[in-house]
């Protein structure tokens, strides 16, 4: 009887699983097909498996710019983040005057607020300040996000204060205590941090496809959605190209699992 | 004293700036250009009143994007919360090889839209994959594929969103498990409580909280969908939803700027009222 349960319950699980992950051993399948045939089901398993498509996409297109636009603005939002949000949780969580308390109501209301209202402004914005399709307009807006100081401020509320009134004492200034003392203290929750910043920015595709025009700062999702309207669609090709956009993806995913997930669920605990 | 406010001030200063020029300036700035007819080439402008919002209510596209985006908020949270619920309670128990099945369900949630988009872009069509289970299941499948048939090409994107959004979810629903206190199990199994009468006396009324964090920001997530639509049908076959209509009639040939700002009010409107209504519900029935 046992032995039955934990035959449907495996098999239940495994059907999900196969569910779940298909669609992505379907695109690095198809990522590694001859270029050229149809993308159908027969082929699965009778076309040849080869690193060619991913080849072509260096060797002809413009992926190498884009993969390098996508990593650049990544890595300088994240910093950015990890030094701002740190910085104003910091403020929010330890002084305590009245402009504080408003800083905080600014971080909860923008929070709620739906980011579609800011996209034909921020379009005029870059615009007029003459940015518009240029490394700053994907970088200056997200420097600093309210849910990432929200989630260090909790963690630094959390943090007993001691350590630095003994600094304090000691006669080390605010600087120093901030970034030598508390800052190492924030570690984890600015691992959480700066993983979830990166992802977002990396698949971000709205505000990157609406500010930039040019192949010279354009991320890769952007240019993967824009490359599939333009003739027939090269499935093998488009494929190998997402597969390029996911792969770094997964590789953080399985070293970071772990602060992935409690930065999901610190998330839904906080209510 | 005094100096100390002064570093308080200026720590904060990133995001003082950020706050006024990128958050606060472009929401006032677009509430007021709903009021004009300003557009990308018209040097001059005036101010029309609520002309905007009167001829959103009977333009055509605007109806329809309303009316998709409509269906797809309230075809995808209700079915996408129950999965994620069930997928949790199902990898919630220890058992051999638990971390992988959790990590294989999450696995799409931190996939690009994009790239997920385009992967069942190729699903959908005609005589793909799903075309070609549909067959084997009984189902004749649109003649030209799912995604260019006006019949079930918002349905099938909104099958994709929530295969990619359950395993996001089922994580914050495996976090509330985890914060019941084990001890109220216990007294139940003493007290000769079932694993339903458990269930549904402790385990559901508990998970309340995550259950109405979960549904507001899912509903703030799917109100406001874009992405997909914009790379597998830009919103031809009846896919058009209201953030497709703002980039369509603001960013696009005419650059209506007021127009389209008026409709991004109009969204946050119901998108408040949507959150605040879920609120009410949820709070009234946790008192009961």
């Known amino acids: 009887m046992k032995i039955i349960r934990k035959l449907i319950r495996y098999s239940m699980l495994l059907l999900i699983l196969a569910v779940m992950i298909f669609p992505l051993l379907w695109m690095f399948r198809v990522s590694l097909m001859e270029s050229g045939n149809s993308v159908a ?59 504080n308390k408003l800083l905080f109501i600014s971080v909860i209301l923008i929070l709620m607020i739906p980011i579609h209202i800011i996209i034909i402004p921020m379009y005029l914005l870059m615009v007029k300040f003459g940015i518009y399709d240029s490394y700053f307009a994907l970088i200056l807006p997200w420097l600093v996000n309210p849910i990432g100081i929200f989630l260090v401020k ?4 959390a943090i007993p204060p001691s350590m630095e009134e003994a600094a304090r004492i000691d006669g080390a200034g605010e600087m120093r205590i901030l970034f030598r003392i508390v800052m190492p203290l924030c570690k984890p929750v600015l691992a959480v941090l700066a993983i979830q910043v990166f992802f977002t920015n990396w698949n971000s595709f709205l505000f990157p496809f609406i500010l930039t025009q040019s192949d010279s700062v354009r ?27 996911v792969i770094p993806v997964l590789i953080v995913f399985i070293i970071m699992q772990k602060q992935i997930v409690s930065g999901i669920t610190a998330g839904g605990i906080k209510q | 004293m005094q100096h100390k406010k002064t570093t308080a001030l200026l720590l904060a200063l990133p995001w003082i700036v950020t706050l006024l020029l990128f958050w606060l300036y472009p929401i006032i700035y677009s509430f007021v250009v709903g009021f004009t007819d300003r557009q990308l080439l018209s040097k001059t402008w005036q101010w029309v009143g609520f002309d905007n919002y009167i001829a959103l209510l009977s333009d055509e596209s605007f109806l329809t994007a309303l009316k998709n985006t409509s269906i797809f908020v309230l075809g995808t949270i209700p079915v996408t919360t129950i999965v994620a619920l069930l997928l949790a309670l199902l990898v919630n128990k ?22 997920v988009a385009l992967i069942f872009t190729n699903l959908f069509q005609r005589g793909g994959y799903i075309a070609l289970l549909a067959e084997m299941l009984g189902f004749t499948p649109p003649q030209h594929g799912f995604l260019l048939d006006s019949s079930t090409a918002l349905y099938s994107i909104m099958a994709m969103d929530i295969w990619m959004a359950v395993g996001y979810y089922m994580l914050i629903f495996l976090a509330g498990l985890k914060s019941i206190p084990q001890e109220l199990y216990e007294a139940a199994k003493i007290q000769g409580a079932g694993q339903v009468r458990q269930f549904f006396s402790i385990t559901l009324p508990l998970l309340k909280p995550v259950a109405l964090f979960i549904l507001v920001i899912n509903s703030i997530k799917s109100f406001q969908v874009f992405v997909e639509i914009f790379v597998m049908t830009q919103g031809k076959f ?39 209504l879920q609120f009410r519900l949820l709070k009234n029935r946790g008192t009961v």
């Open chain 1, 41 to 99: 089901f027969e082929n699965l398993f009778t076309s040849s498996f080869s690193f060619q498509n991913y080849l072509d996409l260096f060797a002809t297109s413009k992926i190498g710019q884009y993969l390098f636009n996508s990593v650049l603005v990544g890595l300088v939002v994240t910093v950015g983040n990890i030094i701002f949000c740190f910085m104003t949780a910091y403020t929010i969580a330890r002084y305590d005057y009245i402009v």
């Open chain 1, 154 to 157: 909790q963690y630094i509320e």
């Open chain 1, 219 to 245: 991320t890769l999702p952007v240019a993967l959605a824009l490359m599939q309207g333009h003739q027939a669609i090269d499935w093998q090709h488009l494929m190998a190209g997402s597969a390029i956009a």
């Open chain 2, 94 to 115: 220890q058992f051999k090889g638990r971390g992988l099945f959790r990590a294989g369900y999450f696995l799409p949630s931190i996939t690009s839209m994009v790239v």
């Open chain 2, 238 to 276: 009846e896919t058009s939803t209201m953030v497709y209509f703002i980039y369509e009639s603001g960013l696009t040939t005419k650059f209506n700027f007021g127009y389209a700002s008026a409709a991004a009010y109009i969204l946050f409107l119901i998108v408040a009222v949507f959150s605040f």
